[in-house]
C-alpha cells in the first residue's frame, strides 16, 4: 500500500523539520487514479485451415479487458456488447449466407478509464 503525505503545520518547537510530529499519513490506492489507454486497432482475420472469420485487436498497454460491440447500423444506435473480456480475439465463424453486414469496434478499458472506440470494421462487406 502507498501513502500520501500531507502537511499540517504545528507549531511543537520544531519548525526546521516540517515532516516532524505533524505529518499525516494517508493511505492512496494507486489503481483508483484514471491512466489513459490507448485505442486498440481492430482487424479481420480468416483461418488458413478452417476458414473461420474472427476479429482481433491490438494490445493497449495497462489494459485489464477490452469491450467488443455489435451493431447493423453504422452509427451504433442499438449496439450490444458481443464480448467482454482480457482476450484480443473474437470468432465469428464461418457462414456463407450472412444476408446482412454487421458492424463492429472495441475499445480497451481498466478499473477507472476507457480508451476511445476503434474505427468501425463492416463484415461482411
Not at 501513502?3 to 511543537?12: G, Q, R, W
Not at 520544531?14 to 516532524?20: L, M
Not at 482481433?56 to 451493431?71: K, V
Not at 456488447?81 to 456463407?96: A, D, F, M
Amino acid at each position: 500500500m502507498s501513502y500520501i503525505s500531507i502537511l499540517v503545520a504545528f507549531t511543537l518547537g520544531c519548525h526546521d523539520d516540517p515532516v516532524a510530529p505533524g505529518s499525516i499519513l494517508i493511505p492512496s490506492d494507486p489503481d483508483t487514479r484514471p491512466i489513459t489507454l490507448s485505442t486498440p486497432k481492430l482487424f479481420l482475420g480468416v483461418g488458413i485451415e478452417t476458414g473461420d472469420f474472427s476479429l482481433s485487436w491490438s494490445e493497449s498497454p495497462d489494459a485489464t479487458y477490452y469491450t467488443l460491440e455489435s451493431d447493423m447500423l453504422p452509427w451504433f444506435s442499438i449496439a450490444k456488447v458481443v464480448y467482454s473480456g482480457p482476450n484480443r480475439t473474437y470468432e465469428l465463424g464461418y457462414r456463407s449466407d450472412y444476408l446482412f453486414s454487421s458492424y463492429y469496434r472495441v475499445r480497451a478499458e481498466s478499473r477507472n478509464s476507457r480508451s476511445s472506440w476503434s474505427d468501425t470494421l463492416k463484415f461482411p462487406e
